[in-house]
C-alpha cells in the first residue's frame, strides 16, 4: 500500500511512535516524512493542530497505527473524524495499520475502521499475525472503497507474492470463520485482560519506579522506569541485563522506537501482553527483582 500510494518527492505524515516500517519503508522510497508525535502527557493521544500544521502542498498520505504500538492507545471515532475531515478537505489518502483489530480492552473503546468513516481515499491493513495470535501464519489483508487503490495494490502484489501457502490460506479460513473467530478474539483479550492486571499489581507496588499509561488497545504495554534515584533508566542496558540474566525480552523503548531529533523514549520498555498468564506473571516477578535492584 504505501509503495503503491507514495513515491520519490511525495510527503507523507506518520502517526509516532510506531512500527518503524510505516515511516522507514516510504523514507527508503524517496517520500519525505513527517512524524506527528503522541506524547505520553496527553494520555499518548496525537494533537489535530499539529497535525493540520504538518500538512503541506506535497502532502498525499496520512498513515496511523490504530490500536499503536508500542503505546496499546486508540485513536477514538471523534478524533478519527477529525482526522478524516483534514484528509478530505486536503485530498489525502487515509492509511490505517489496523493489524491489532480488535484488540479493544473495553467494547468502550472500540473505534471504527478508518474505511468506515465514509471517505473513499481511505485503506485499512490487517493481518491474523497479531490481534488473532497466528504470527506463523503470513496471510493479510487491505480494504478500501477506492477501486483504484485496490487495483494498484493488486498489481504490485503480482511482483511480490503472487500464491501464498494454501496450508497458511487453509489456517487462516478456519481461524477466521464465523465458529471459530470469535472464541479467537474472546481467548485473546482474556489472556490480555489477566495480563493487564498482572501489571497493574506491579506498577502499584512501584510507584516511584514504573509508571505507564494503561493500554485500552492492542497487546502491548510501554512502562517507564526509575532507579532508586528517580532517574529514567537506560533501556537498552536494562533490557540487554534482563535478558543474559533471566532469558525473558522486553523490547528497549529509545533504541528501537526514538527518532533523533523528533522524540526519544528513554526508560521506556514496550512488553508483551500476548504471554500465557502464568508465564507473563513469573516473567514479572522476574522483572520487579531486576527494576528494584536500580
Not at 502542498?57 to 482526522?83: C, D, Q, R, V, Y
Not at 493488486?154 to 465458529?179: C, E, K, Q
Request: net charge negative.
Amino acid at each position: 500500500v504505501l509503495a503503491t500510494t507514495l513515491g520519490p518527492g511525495d510527503h507523507a505524515i506518520c502517526q509516532f511512535p510506531t512500527y518503524g516500517q510505516l515511516y522507514l519503508l516510504p523514507r527508503h522510497l524517496g517520500v519525505e516524512v513527517d512524524l506527528w508525535v503522541m506524547k505520553e502527557e496527553n494520555s499518548w493521544i496525537p494533537d489535530i493542530e499539529e497535525l493540520e500544521k504538518l500538512i503541506q502542498p506535497k502532502t498525499k498520505a496520512i498513515i496511523l497505527n490504530n490500536p499503536n504500538n508500542p503505546t496499546g492507545a486508540n485513536l477514538a471515532g471523534g478524533t478519527l473524524e477529525k482526522i478524516r475531515s483534514l484528509a478530505q478537505q486536503h485530498d489525502l489518502t487515509l492509511i490505517g495499520d489496523e493489524v491489532f483489530r480488535p484488540l479493544f480492552h473495553a467494547p468502550s473503546l472500540s473505534p471504527p475502521s478508518v474505511v468506515s468513516l465514509g471517505y473513499r481515499k481511505s485503506v485499512s491493513t490487517g493481518s491474523v499475525s497479531k490481534a488473532y495470535s497466528l504470527a506463523g501464519i503470513r496471510i493479510g489483508w487491505m480494504i478500501s472503497p477506492d477501486s483504484d487503490i485496490i487495483t494498484q495494490v493488486t498489481n504490485a502484489r503480482d511482483y511480490t507474492t503472487l500464491n501464498v501457502s494454501r496450508v497458511d490460506d487453509g489456517i487462516a479460513a478456519f481461524a477466521l470463520s464465523p465458529a471459530v473467530l470469535p472464541r479467537l478474539i474472546e481467548r485473546n483479550l482474556d489472556i490480555c485482560a489477566l495480563n493487564l492486571k498482572s501489571l497493574d499489581d506491579l506498577i502499584a507496588r512501584n510507584p516511584g519506579r514504573c509508571a505507564w499509561t494503561r493500554p485500552t488497545g492492542a497487546c502491548t504495554a510501554f512502562v517507564r522506569l526509575r532507579d532508586s534515584e528517580g532517574k529514567l533508566v537506560d533501556d537498552l542496558g536494562f533490557s540487554q541485563r534482563l535478558i543474559d540474566e533471566t532469558g525473558i525480552s522486553v523490547i528497549p523503548g529509545d533504541s528501537c522506537f526514538g527518532e533523533e531529533g523528533v522524540a526519544g523514549f528513554r526508560g521506556y520498555i514496550r512488553i508483551s501482553l500476548g504471554q500465557e498468564p502464568s508465564l507473563f506473571a513469573e516473567a514479572l516477578g522476574k522483572i520487579e527483582v531486576l527494576i528494584r535492584s536500580l
